[in-house]
């Protein structure tokens, strides 16, 4: 009988130096949230399995990072709370791909409600 050893560099072998170098490139999606004064609301947004997510935030800020292997369409709205009725208020959406802004929408807030509503990018 024959023994068969197995080394690190046999494995090697077995691999091809084309799989290695031809690993799938992930895009980078930002979804970024910016408001004008301290408030809290909902982001709805889908995640990289196309699932449906809704998230609370708190503050005048909320970003996420998704990073896909093939793009899509990545559905973005915002629900805010303007519980102290701050009327001329601004609300910003951005969607950025790669580092670079895609789409970006301003909203003005009409400070008549406690809950603004839904804003949508896109």
Same mark, same amino acid.
């Given at each position: 009988?024959?023994?068969? !050893?197995?080394? #690190?560099?046999?494995?090697?072998? =077995?691999?091809?130096?084309?799989?290695?170098?031809?690993?799938? +490139?992930?895009?980078?999606?930002?979804?970024? #949230?910016?408001?004008?004064?301290?408030?809290?609301?909902? +982001?709805? $947004?889908?995640?990289?399995? *196309?699932?449906?997510?809704? /998230?609370?935030?708190?503050?005048? /800020?909320?970003?996420?990072? #998704? $990073?896909?292997?093939?793009?899509?369409?990545? +559905?973005?709205? +915002?629900?805010?709370?303007?519980? $102290? =009725? /701050?009327? *001329?208020?601004? #609300?910003? =959406?951005?969607?950025?791909?790669?580092?670079?802004? !895609?789409?970006?929408?301003?909203?003005? =807030?009409?400070?008549?409600?406690?809950?603004?509503?839904?804003?949508?990018?896109?």
């Amino acid at each position: 009988m024959a023994k068969w !050893i197995i080394s #690190l560099k046999n494995i090697f072998k =077995l691999i091809p130096n084309s799989r290695i170098t031809d690993a799938n +490139v992930f895009t980078k999606v930002e979804l970024i #949230l910016e408001v004008s004064f301290e408030t809290f609301g909902q +982001v709805q $947004y889908q995640d990289e399995s *196309g699932r449906p997510w809704i /998230k609370e935030f708190k503050g005048s /800020k909320w970003v996420k990072e #998704l $990073y896909f292997r093939e793009l899509r369409e990545v +559905v973005f709205s +915002v629900f805010i709370n303007n519980q $102290y =009725l /701050k009327k *001329g208020e601004m #609300l910003t =959406l951005i969607k950025k791909i790669n580092n670079e802004i !895609i789409d970006q929408a301003e909203f003005q =807030l009409s400070g008549d409600k406690l809950f603004e509503g839904w804003f949508k990018l896109g």
